[in-house]
């Protein structure tokens, strides 16, 4: 039973650019949830998919935007990188039900380092 | 504004000896708390998790202690050994919610369990 994948590892880029992460849910999983890691600190909420829509954001800037397809996985779109946003991209999967939602299973992350 | 505080920072223990770390909340709206682990190069990993209608929950060596009065609630490591030597974060969040369920982070303590 395979967890949560992430894709690539590691990325590189310079300011300005954009940038796609990928994300594979955990088998039977039908919501995705995206977190920025910074060096040191505690993942930080971007936002929450589910049925392939936005279902909450955190305060993150527009230049951060997602997607959901059909079986599940998720995409995150950064725009107009910022030396800021190197850090350890986190995806999360989880199921949601009638009762609610939780555990969330994290996948190893995308390191992205902004040059 | 930071909705969980986590304390200590860092800690070190001897190989045998209990670990503790702890948290408050803010947000009484929260009512899930999971803990997670972390090793250096991989995603956070849920150890434990609790509601607000019990006071413990112990799983193995690991257990969790909650005051929902104090809003807050802590982890015990019983006879920590060298391989539990990770960061550990603690999190809340609202498990039943149809506008999304993020995890709202504490900012981790590294753990180091001497032998």
């Known amino acids: 039973d395979a967890g949560v994948t992430q894709s690539p590892t590691h990325l590189i880029k310079t300011r300005g650019q954009q940038v796609t992460l990928r994300c594979s849910p955990k088998s039977g999983h039908d919501t995705v949830s995206w977190y920025q890691q910074a060096l040191g600190q505690g993942p930080q909420f971007i936002f929450q998919?589910?049925?392939?829509?936005?279902?909450q954001r955190g305060n993150f800037p527009d230049r951060f935007s997602g997607h959901q397809f059909p079986n599940y996985s998720s995409e995150l779109n950064v725009n107009a990188l910022l030396l800021g946003d190197s850090a350890l991209y986190l995806c999360?999967?989880?199921?949601?039900?009638?009762?609610?939602?939780?555990?969330?299973?994290f996948g190893d992350g995308t390191r992205l380092s902004i040059l | 504004q930071q909705q969980v505080k986590q304390s200590p920072q860092s800690l070190i223990v001897q190989k045998g000896g209990i670990s503790i770390i702890n948290c408050a909340y803010e947000?009484?709206?929260?009512?899930?708390f999971p803990w997670y682990q972390q090793f250096p190069g991989k995603g956070p990993a849920l150890l434990i998790a609790?509601?607000?209608?019990?006071s413990e929950k112990k799983e193995g060596r690991f257990t969790i202690s909650f005051n929902k009065s104090a809003k807050q609630f802590s982890l015990h490591i019983m006879d920590s050994q060298p391989g539990d030597s990770a960061t550990y974060f603690c999190?809340?969040?609202?498990?039943?919610?149809?506008?999304?369920?993020?995890?709202?982070f504490g900012k981790g303590t590294s753990l180091l369990v001497t032998p």
């Open positions: 999360a999967s989880s199921l949601t039900n009638v009762g609610g939602g939780q555990p969330q299973h």
């Open positions: 999190a809340a969040s609202r498990a039943r919610s149809n506008s999304g369920y993020a995890l709202n």
């Open positions: 609790i509601r607000p209608d019990v």
């Open positions: 998919y589910y049925e392939e829509e936005e279902r």
């Open positions: 947000n009484t709206a929260f009512d899930y």
